[in-house]
Every structure is written in structure tokens, then in C-alpha cells.
């Protein structure tokens, strides 16, 4: 079983950078595609990011392209999200998630593993 433990979230500023972070357990193999999607109160969960298994694919939301960046590194087992030129509609819980496959997934549903979420806030 695959366990996903996400941190890094919390409150700041409109214009200012997070970095989130999602540490994986439970197996040790690197051939694992990674995610970020995020869903704000009443709003649908929302693709942001994913990648594949050697780091060396990405692919963004609309909403964010430019703006954030996913990386991982296998040696850690944790994957990464940079977020910079927050704005408040960036406001959302944000989830990490992964699945045995080696290239990039930007559906939920393809994904097998979720984890709890960490809050960001941006304030105006």
C-alpha cells in the first residue's frame, strides 16, 4: 500500500511563493507517475500538475502554467510543487496523488493514490 503525506501549506500574501511537498511511502519502486490538484469550497477538484516517473515530462493547468513547477526527487520518494506569484484564486486545499505508471496522468480518476491535502491561503 502507498501512502502520501502532503506539507508546506499555510497563509500568504497575494504575489508571494510556497513550496509544497508530498512524501510517498509504503514501496520503494520509482516507476510511479506524481500529481497536484487542488479544490476550493464548492468548486470541482482541479488538475495542477503532474509528472512522470524520471522527472524529465511535465505537464500544467492552464491556470498555473508559468507560475508553479512539479519536480520530484526518487531518492527521497517526495515529489515537489513550487508556487510562485500566488494569487487568491490559488486559494484551495491541494492534494498530492500517484499511480504505478511511468508517464504523466492529468485525470483524477486515473490516479490510485491520494493523500489528505494541506490548505494554502492567499490573502489579498
Known amino acids: 500500500q502507498v501512502q502520501l503525506v502532503e506539507s508546506g501549506g499555510g497563509l500568504v500574501q497575494a504575489g508571494g511563493s510556497l513550496r509544497l511537498s508530498c512524501a510517498r511511502s509504503?514501496?520503494?519502486?520509482?516507476?510511479?507517475?506524481m500529481g497536484w490538484f487542488r479544490q476550493a469550497p464548492g468548486k470541482v477538484r482541479e488538475f495542477v500538475a503532474a509528472i512522470n516517473w524520471n522527472g524529465e515530462s511535465t505537464y500544467y493547468g492552464t491556470s498555473v502554467k508559468g507560475r508553479f513547477t512539479i519536480s520530484r526527487d526518487n531518492v527521497k520518494n517526495t515529489a515537489y510543487l513550487q508556487m510562485n506569484s500566488l494569487k487568491p484564486e490559488d486559494t484551495a486545499r491541494y492534494y498530492c496523488?500517484?499511480?504505478?505508471?511511468?508517464?504523466?496522468?492529468?485525470?483524477?480518476?486515473?490516479?490510485?493514490?491520494w493523500g489528505q491535502g494541506t490548505l494554502v491561503t492567499v490573502s489579498e
Open positions: 496523488a500517484s499511480d504505478s505508471t511511468a508517464g504523466w496522468l492529468t485525470q483524477y480518476p486515473q490516479y490510485k493514490y
Open positions: 509504503g514501496r520503494t519502486d520509482s516507476t510511479y507517475a
